[in-house]
C-alpha cells in the first residue's frame, strides 16, 4: 500500500479504517507465505525499557525480509549519557532506514519523529502499544473470521495497552468495553478519541464493573496491573485489583466461544490465572506469533517493499 510508505506510525490511530483492515489481509498473507515482500533495509531497535517479544519479532521480521537490525541499546549508546533526542535523531536518520523505538514518554518517540526523516514506530510507550494492537486483531480475525462488531473487554489497568486496544478497536468497529478500579481508569482524552474514531457504530464503554463489562464478550483481555515504570506501586495495586482479576468465575460470564487474550507478559496469581491461561479459550501464545507478522507487514508498508 503506497500510501503508508515512509510513515511515522505513532500510535493506532495513526492508520485509517482502510489502512488497517489492509495491514491486517497483508499480514495473514505473510503468514500464509502467499506474500514474500523482500527489503534489503536496516532498522534500528532503541529501546529504553525490557522486552522479549517486541524486540525479537521486529529483528525476525526485518531479517525475513531480507533486511538487518542494530540494537541500539542505550546503556552503550550516548542516548544513555544525555545527547539530546533533536540531535540523536538527525545523527540516525542519515544511517537507518527506519527505527523503532519502547521508552516512557510519548514526547520522546514524538520528537524523534519530528527529527528524523525516516519512519519512527511506537514499540510501546506509556500512553500506547500499537503494534500489540495490529497483533490482537488480527488474531480475533483468524478467531472470528470477520472483527466488526464483535466485543473486547479489557479488565484490569487502564494503561498503554488498553488505550492503543480502546482507538484500535474503534477505528476496526469492534466494540471495547473496559473495567477498571475507581482512579485507574484510561486516559480521558484517549477514551474521547476512541468515541470519536468509533463512527462505524462500535460501541465504547468504560466502567468499573468487571462482570457486566465481561457479559457476553468475545474476546476478554487482561495486562499485568503495574507496567513497566510502575514497580513502586505494585504492591498497594494488588488488593485494589482482586475483582479484576481475569478467572473461570468471570470467563465464566463470557460468551461461550469467547477467547482470552494478554499481551504479556503475565502476572499469574495477579491478572490471570494459571488455569485460565493454560485453558481452551486461551489464544495467548496464537497471539504473541501474530506480533512477528503483523509488523513484518508493517515494515513492509513503511519500507515501501
Ligand atoms: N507484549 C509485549 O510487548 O511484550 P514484550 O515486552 O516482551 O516486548
Ligand atoms: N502495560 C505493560 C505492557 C508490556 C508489554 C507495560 O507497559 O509494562
Redesign the pocket.
Known amino acids: 500500500m503506497k500510501q503508508l510508505q515512509g510513515r511515522d506510525i505513532l500510535s493506532i490511530a495513526d492508520l485509517s479504517f482502510e489502512e488497517l483492515y489492509y495491514l491486517l489481509d497483508f499480514a495473514q498473507k505473510l503468514k500464509s507465505g502467499v506474500e514474500k515482500p523482500k527489503s534489503n533495509k536496516v532498522l534500528g531497535l532503541l529501546f529504553y525499557k525490557a522486552s522479549t517479544r517486541t524486540r525479537v519479532s521486529f529483528t525476525v521480521a526485518m531479517y525475513r525480509l531480507g533486511g538487518q537490525v542494530i540494537d541500539l541499546n542505550p546503556k552503550v549508546t550516548q542516548v544513555g549519557r544525555g545527547e539530546p533526542i533533536e540531535d540523536t535523531a538527525r545523527i540516525l536518520d542519515r544511517y537507518l532506514d527506519i527505527l523503532s523505538i519502547r521508552t516512557f514518554a510519548q514526547k520522546d518517540i514524538q520528537t524523534f519523529a519530528e527529527y528524523a526523516e525516516i519512519p519512527v514506530i511506537n514499540a510501546?510507550s506509556?500512553l500506547e502499544?500499537p503494534c500489540?494492537i495490529l497483533a490482537d486483531l488480527l488474531t480475533m480475525q483468524e478467531c472470528f473470521g470477520s472483527i466488526a462488531g464483535k466485543t473486547l473487554t479489557y479488565v484490569g489497568d487502564g494503561?498503554?495497552?488498553a488505550h492503543s486496544l480502546l482507538l484500535g478497536g474503534a477505528l476496526a468497529g469492534v466494540n471495547v468495553r473496559v473495567a477498571t478500579p475507581e482512579g485507574y481508569q484510561p486516559d480521558t482524552a484517549i477514551v474521547e478519541q476512541a468515541k470519536k474514531l468509533a463512527t462505524n457504530g462500535a460501541e465504547i464503554v468504560i466502567t468499573d464493573d468487571p462482570i457486566a463489562a465481561v457479559e457476553g464478550a468475545h474476546a476478554v483481555y487482561t495486562?499485568?496491573w503495574a507496567?513497566?515504570g510502575q514497580e513502586d506501586s505494585a504492591n498497594t495495586r494488588i488488593p485494589l485489583f482482586q475483582p479484576y482479576q481475569v478467572n473461570d468465575e468471570l470467563m465464566g460470564h463470557a460468551d461461550s466461544d469467547a477467547i482470552v487474550l494478554h499481551?504479556?507478559?503475565a502476572h499469574r496469581g495477579e491478572e490471570i490465572t494459571n488455569s485460565v491461561m493454560e485453558g481452551k479459550q486461551s489464544r495467548v501464545w496464537d497471539q504473541a506469533e501474530n506480533r512477528l507478522h503483523a509488523q513484518q507487514a508493517l515494515l513492509a508498508c513503511l519500507l515501501g517493499c
Open positions: 510501546l506509556d502499544h500489540q494503561n498503554n495497552v495486562d499485568v507496567s513497566m499481551c504479556l507478559p
